[in-house]
DNA sequence: TCCCGTTGCTACATTTAATGTAGCGATACG
DNA sequence: CGTATCGCTACATTAAATGTAGCAACGGGA
């Protein structure tokens, strides 16, 4: 049984351990945030077609993930609307083997 | 459109669509959630010390989380603390092309 | 037995994040 | 001009998370 050390960091969102896992997990684990690029997976939506496609979240809470998403460069507002960046793209795909899980665990009764 | 309402809530949101990826989404994009199953990747820790481990995130929270993660089937109680079930650790290999996404787009400046 | 340390877990007041509704300025089309 | 959309914001309300404290239960020692 592992005992504990002393305290570190309280630490702001995302830990300082210097790993970028930390980061990308604490990015993808607000709200709407993953919702946001699996919508986006097909290709770039206006700002309100976003909102319907997501439930009709609030505007001021897709408008805050929208920013933190286009300052990581996983999304990028075009003449065509909010779509992935080259490394969005990259971001989803790596959702694939999670889609796929969902499928699965759906299955099994999880709740 | 469907709204929930004020008192009731689903243990997993977002699943009014049918589509299971969407209660997973919704699921793994609560606080803490995805950081936890990245904690436990490695082995079981008791509460305590994956409270160490998620820089001292309050424990009402993570308690809260954990019960999520053990009616999803994600995570169990074990006299060795919490662990991921074998469904958990499927679950925690799709996030391994994460990682690596992590690793890149930390080298190229991306926020 | 009593004491001590650790376990999982909860209470609760405070602070922060998200929601829901409304509406702004800019742009485009008639 | 009117009116429709766009991206985006204000703001009051509500929900979620934080931080601190502490509980009951279990397991050694002494």
Known sequence: ???QGPVTRPAVRGSRS???IMALLDLLGR????RIIWELREGA???RALR???DEASPTILQTRLT???E???VELTDEGYGLTALGRELFQTFTPLHRF???WSKRGGS
């Open 31 to 34: 709200r709407w945030t993953l």
């Open 52 to 54: 319907t496609a997501c």
């Open 72 to 74: 990581a460069g996983f």
């Open 45 to 47: 939506l206006t700002s």
């Open 18 to 20: 210097g790993r970028p």
């Open 102 to 104: 969902a499928e699965r």
């Open 68 to 70: 933190e998403l286009r």
């Open 1 to 3: 049984m592992p005992k």
